[in-house]
């Protein structure tokens, strides 16, 4: 509308009768003007009005359409999928991203389509919650769209919410897709890497611990379970001297071969290294089944092992040490369950059978072997040490020819420790060449002490035991010679032992400090002769002056098979004309056997002598 117009059309119409009005001076003229002028000021507001609103209504109009007209292309070409639905769950409205995305062919009009009709009732379900509560919700995971040939899964993430009109009521929801199946499809093969030990194709360790939480989680476990805790015997040798890539194939021949054995329904994991796990869920109603099953299982995976295993053309037998836990309905604890079953399989190890079941006792011992891991490097050790000695005999005459040193602990806790229980952590430890120069310098106190104490030396030698690990070290031959110096004490009343494995193990690299002391003049004995099954042409090479056959062969004197050996042993010693000591002599008739067949031997054992004080040995001396 035109105000200036309107004004001018109203201006030539109205003002000849004004004019004519206002010259007649007459009141009632004027009077009449005037109302003709208040009724133009009245009109011009009116039209003014209208004006503004007219123009106003035009404006919002031409903003709505272009409102309109972006939300139009924002739907429409938005890449996302979108649609909305009535409160009858009829669609409404979908962009051309939603057909795309779900490849829907032409032939499907989709406008008022039923979704109570969609094949995947649990987005049938998701759609009328958010109806019922006029709340935003969220959804992601598998969708089944039948609209295709052939069917197709997804694997979505939803949001969806509530549209309401201008009253504030619910007329249907609007529903965002995103697919996420691709991202599902990484997760699902991340998570199995994650789970799968890439060597051996098996599960790993992760995959294990979860498998056995989910088993003790559950409330329905009535019947007993079995964890086979499995190390593999000598892989470590392979792995050292044939490389790494025939250890890999070692590896997964092996957990081919427990495959193999293995009932389906078997769980087999790796562990890691050479460790391998198998989980028997619910397979024995009591412990005497369980103990029959273990046996026969066992057996069959041991077997494998032995016949399975080739490298090449070559055939290499393995065995393995299993350790064993039952697992009850009342046990609940992942963590513990697993350390029963690795204590197990070195419990089996240490034994050499081919599994052991857990027991508690191996707890004591684990927490015994803790303590005195502890406590071997503490100042006060050397003062909790002594040495008793032990008299070896001669059978000529029963008269003592000479003493084998013993080490012995007094634990302030744990009470009289004998070297079995404390040397060998000693010597993992690394503790082993502490204790063994406190031992070497007592010998040789003890000795200088015999020499004052006497008029001349009573014994050929004392003796003292020596872990080949500390001859490791390049100045244990030093350290010895600086003893005997220091105490000025001949170093023929000196004699070291050192075990047979252990000497045949290492005898490469300690034989120039054996070589370096007895050119000084030290006595070298080979202890437990007998239990490494060393190569006759070890005694040529050594000279050593000692032999001691070891006790298990005095053992069995009586066992007509076995006494041969104990025979043989002692004619070769003697004909490389070795100091013979037969340890472990207990019994009369083992004694009259020796004589019998050897007349002269020395011997060491209860029968004759204990391990005694080294004030005690002073006294049997002069008694004798």
Same mark, same amino acid.
């Given at each position: ?76 070409? &938005? ?34 389509? &039923? ?16 109806? #019922? ?49 691709? #991202? ?117 995976? &041991? ?322």
């Amino acid at each position: 509308m035109d105000l200036g117009l309107l004004l001018t059309y109203w201006g030539l119409i109205n003002l000849p009768t004004l004019s004519y009005l206002i010259l007649r001076h007459d009141r009632n003229a004027i009077i009449t003007v005037i109302v003709i002028l208040f009724f133009l000021i009245v009109l011009f507001q009116f039209a003014w009005t209208i004006h503004n609103l007219l123009h106003k209504h035009i404006e919002q109009n031409r903003q709505l359409r272009r409102k309109e007209r972006e939300l139009f292309a924002i739907f429409n070409q &938005n890449p996302t999928p979108i649609f909305y639905y009535d409160t009858d769950l009829k669609i409404r409205k979908y962009n051309p991203a939603y057909i795309k995305f779900f490849d829907i062919p032409d032939k499907f009009k989709l406008e008022r389509f &039923n979704l109570a009709k969609l094949h995947y009732k649990p987005a049938v379900t998701f759609l009328r919650r958010v109806i #019922e509560t006029g709340k935003p919700i969220e959804y992601e995971g598998e969708y089944i769209t039948t609209f295709t040939d052939p069917i197709r899964k997804y694997w979505l993430k939803v949001k969806a919410a509530p549209l309401y009109d201008e009253h504030n009521r619910i007329v249907g929801g609007i529903v965002n897709l995103q697919d996420k199946s691709q #991202e599902k499809a990484s997760t699902v093969a991340l998570e199995r890497l994650v789970h799968i030990d890439p060597l051996t194709k098996l599960k790993n360790r992760r995959a294990f611990e979860e498998s056995l939480s989910a088993l003790l989680l559950r409330s329905d476990r009535k019947e007993l379970s079995l964890l086979f805790f499995i190390d593999l015997n000598r892989f470590k040798p392979i792995n050292d001297t044939m490389g790494h890539t025939i250890g890999d194939e070692v590896l997964r021949q092996v957990a081919g071969a427990l495959q193999n054995r293995c009932r389906n329904k078997d769980e087999i994991y790796r562990f890691g290294g050479d460790e391998f796990v198998v989980l028997f869920r619910d397979c024995c109603s009591d412990i005497h089944e369980s103990k029959r099953m273990v046996e026969e299982r066992t057996h069959t995976i &041991n077997e494998a092992l032995q016949t399975m295993i080739r490298v090449g053309e070559s055939h290499l037998p393995m065995s393995a040490s299993i350790g064993v836990v039952v697992i009850d309905p009342d046990d609940f604890d992942t963590e513990e369950i697993i350390r029963q079953a690795d204590l197990a399989m070195y419990s089996a190890k240490q034994s050499g059978k081919p599994y052991a079941f857990y027991d508690e006792k191996d707890d004591t011992i684990r927490t015994k072997n803790f303590i005195l891991h502890q406590e071997l490097n503490r100042p006060e050790l050397e003062e909790q040490l002594f040495l008793e000695y032990q008299p070896i005999v001669s059978l000529a005459d029963g008269h003592i020819v000479a003493a084998e040193a013993l080490i012995r602990w007094r634990h302030p806790k744990l009470g009289l420790l004998m070297p079995g229980e404390f040397i060998p952590i000693a010597v993992e430890n690394g503790d082993i060449e502490r204790i063994g120069r406190w031992a070497m310098d007592r010998v040789c106190k003890t000795i200088d002490r015999f020499e004052k104490d006497f008029s001349t030396f009573p014994l050929q030698y004392i003796s003292l035991n020596v872990d080949s690990r500390e001859l490791f070290s390049g100045s244990f031959a030093q350290h010895v010679q600086k003893c005997l110096e220091c105490h000025q004490i001949p170093a023929r009343h000196l004699a070291i032992e050192i075990t047979e494995t252990s000497l045949i193990r290492n005898f490469a690299m300690i034989r120039a400090t054996i070589d370096a002391l007895q050119v000084f003049g030290i006595r070298w004995a080979i202890d437990d002769f007998g239990t490494g099954y060393s190569s006759l042409s070890y005694l040529e090479q050594l000279r050593f002056s000692i032999l001691k056959v070891d006790r298990s062969f005095s053992g069995t004197i009586h066992d007509a098979e076995k006494t041969p050996m104990i025979d043989h042993i002692i004619r070769i010693a003697r004909d490389l004309r070795y100091d013979i000591v037969v340890e472990g002599i207990e019994t009369i008739d083992q004694i009259r056997y020796l004589e019998e067949r050897f007349g002269s031997l020395n011997v060491q054992g209860y029968y004759f002598h204990r391990p005694m004080s080294e004030a005690s040995l002073i006294e049997t001396l002069q008694n004798c």
